[in-house]
């Protein structure tokens, strides 16, 4: 899709409309429903009443936003919608309550869209405010479960551009049981240390691409749960974060698995990991298989490459036993960069199912300007290239 920005005009509520030579004259302004841009009056309703609108149109509907900030309330925008595309054009910031008490009945949700097919959400700033959520959470303290920013549930044909989200409580932008989507040109900003700010989570969906986007947060930049296939990541810019990793996976016996995943021209920057598969060390049905991750540049990473089959934190609920998850087919080509430790390449593969057909191509990554070094777990893989790098394989 191209977006052309070729001037603005005046609704008769006093806000810029959508520019020219976009969308059609169905257009439906949240102003005209009451929505206040003061980021203190609560404008939930009047967000729903616009969507209302635009989803029992018989006509393709623009829903607009001007500028201002708006405060939202957990908001649930269901379809299904009477007809065939919705166009949510955001010049403006929507803005979570401070208190995230106000959230705590959402179900985890504060802007879902559900069941709605051919849809596309265009720019503008989400600001989940979740400062105070994450003190609750470090303090230890009885805290509600939290909410992610914007959750697509049961999307179909859907476009998600332009978009910055900042300081959600907890996922940013969550992708599930969708097919055919496109994410691009989005920037997500977390502090460091905030806990499970996962940029993009995507599960459960197929034919997905996310490009041009820029993620510098406290958890995973792209995470991908079980039942993703066909999932195409490039120009992706992460960190600090912990990586793009593929699970954790083995959480269930089961698991649909994930396959065909690519990541391309990516950069990381002090990031945590750089491209991790992890799974529980438990019994599982699932798989990981036919994975691509090509030309990437790591900067200070600490762990630019890392299979973790064994991993259980506070040693609860798996001591003892081994992934299921069957790994096979992942091929790693042309990753360079610096490593903030010794040990750039890790593959801690499951005893019960050895990771089968790695392939290292053209790895030059270095520790303190040496060669960095690597281990190997039950693993079965081959090099070819040139290896800057201390192979195990």
């Not at 949240?30 to 029992?56: H, L, R, Y």
């Not at 829903?63 to 708006?70: A, E, F, H, T």
């Not at 709605?116 to 003190?135: E, H, K, P, R, Y």
């Not at 499970?196 to 947060?217: F, L």
Request: hydrophobic share 35%; with cysteine.
């Amino acid at each position: 899709m191209t977006l052309l920005l070729l001037g603005t005009t005046t609704t008769s509520h006093g806000a810029a409309a959508p520019p020219y030579g976009y969308g059609n004259n169905n257009i439906i302004n949240v102003i005209k429903f009451g929505a206040k841009p003061d980021g203190k009056t609560d404008s939930t309703e009047q967000f729903k009443m616009a969507w209302n609108s635009a989803c029992t149109s018989i006509r393709p509907a623009t829903i607009y936003v001007p500028k201002g900030r708006y405060l939202l309330k957990y908001t649930n925008f269901r379809g299904p919608c009477k007809n065939n595309k919705v166009t949510f054009i955001i010049n403006g910031t929507l803005v979570a309550p401070y208190d995230y008490n106000e959230l705590a009945n959402s179900g985890g949700f504060w802007i879902l869209f559900n069941h709605v097919d051919n849809l596309t959400v265009i720019g503008g700033n989400l600001d989940a405010q979740g400062s105070a959520f994450w003190d609750c959470r470090r303090s230890g303290k009885n805290c509600p479960v939290g909410a992610r920013s914007m959750t697509f549930n049961w999307v179909n044909n859907l476009v998600i551009s332009g978009i910055t989200s900042i300081n959600s409580q907890l996922s940013h932008i969550v992708i599930n049981t969708c097919n055919n989507v496109i994410v691009k040109n989005v920037r997500i900003i977390a502090p460091d240390q905030s806990p499970n700010t996962d940029g993009i989570h995507v599960e459960h969906s197929k034919w997905v691409n996310i490009t041009g986007t820029t993620i510098r947060t406290g958890d995973d930049c792209i995470s991908i749960g079980d039942a993703t296939f066909n999932l195409f990541m490039d120009q992706i810019k992460c960190g600090p974060g912990h990586g793009v990793s593929i699970g954790s996976l083995a959480k269930e016996m089961e698991e649909e698995g994930v396959a065909n995943v690519s990541l391309r021209n990516a950069i990381f920057y002090g990031s945590d990991n750089g491209m991790r598969i992890k799974s529980w060390a438990r019994a599982s049905k699932g798989f990981v298989r036919n994975i691509l991750f090509q030309d990437i540049t790591m900067f200070n990473v600490q762990n630019p490459i890392i299979i973790d089959q064994n991993y259980c934190p506070n040693n609860q609920g798996c001591p003892g036993q081994t992934s299921g998850i069957e790994i096979s087919e992942v091929t790693y080509k042309n990753i360079h960069g610096s490593s903030a430790t010794s040990e750039a390449v890790t593959f801690d593969c499951s005893a019960s199912n050895p990771c089968q057909g790695i392939k290292l191509h053209d790895i030059n990554l270095t520790y303190n300007n040496k060669a960095a070094t690597s281990s190997c777990n039950n693993i079965r893989g081959t090099t070819s290239g040139t290896l800057v790098l201390q192979s195990c394989l």
